[in-house]
């Protein structure tokens, strides 16, 4: 089993699974970067993230996201990153072929704010209110009780908007999974944001009225 030399990147805050948005946004997109000397210089290794059932703390997630936008030069990086979050690649091909075929689409994001505390111990999500097929408003809570140290404090709260930004990359990508459109982002309201709390709108409708792909299909011989 890969281990860490640093156990203050990888005290039980997040599951690895959580960075594979990152790690599989990097591969596509800078595919000549070198990851696992980054990870090495937490004291990590690629190898730590390749089991799902690891954990990093709130302190690598913050000196790693932060890293990542300053080398990349790219503060909209997380939100990317999250957009990647439902794809084959990082969730894995079973759950992410339930995401893109389950027939209902608002069943979807009803139960995928109950599944965050799977992947993670530091922040909770309900769904405050929803208009089938039209939008779902959610709320997401950090919460600072189950951080041991100030230095833990300091370190969530340092990197709470990018938390926030990859939360919400992550739903406004389940449209372009379900259509397999890369460009099919649903739009989201910031309804408030602070220390304590997000609360954000995401607009669904486009699931009921998505663009058509045009058909390249050569035509029939004459």
């Known amino acids: ?65 932060h890293k990542l936008i300053e080398i990349f030069e790219d503060p909209n990086l997380p939100y990317k990153a999250g957009q990647l979050t439902l794809a084959k690649e ?7 072929k339930f995401v893109q075929t389950y027939p209902c689409s608002n069943y979807i994001y009803k139960i995928l704010p109950k599944s965050i505390h799977y992947f993670n111990k530091i922040f909770k999500m309900v769904t405050l209110d929803s208009q089938e097929d039209s939008y779902f408003t959610y709320e997401l809570k950090p919460s600072y009780k189950l951080l041991k140290t100030q230095k833990e404090v300091r370190a969530l709260k340092h990197n ?40 954000f709108r995401l607009d669904i409708s486009i699931l009921n009225n998505p663009p058509i792909k045009p058909d390249y299909r050569l035509p029939s011989p004459p």
């Not at 969730?91 to 992410?96: D, E, I």
């Not at 739903?171 to 997000?198: G, Q, V």
Request: hydrophobic letters at 35%.
């Open 90 to 96: 990082s969730l894995g091909p079973t759950l992410s």
């Open 160 to 199: 709470l908007k990018n938390i926030y930004q990859n939360f919400i990359g992550h739903f406004c990508a389940i449209s372009a999974l379900r259509f397999n459109n890369p460009d099919l982002i649903s739009p989201y309201t910031i309804i408030k944001e602070s220390e304590d709390i997000l609360i």
């Open 1 to 65: 089993m890969a281990t860490s030399t640093n156990p203050n990147m990888c005290k039980k805050h997040y599951r690895t699974l959580v960075f594979s948005c990152y790690i599989n946004y990097i591969k596509k997109y800078y595919p000549t970067f070198d990851l696992n000397s980054l990870f090495q210089s937490f004291g990590l290794s690629s190898s730590y993230f390749s089991s799902p059932t690891n954990w990093v703390s709130v302190e690598f997630d913050d000196l790693f996201t």
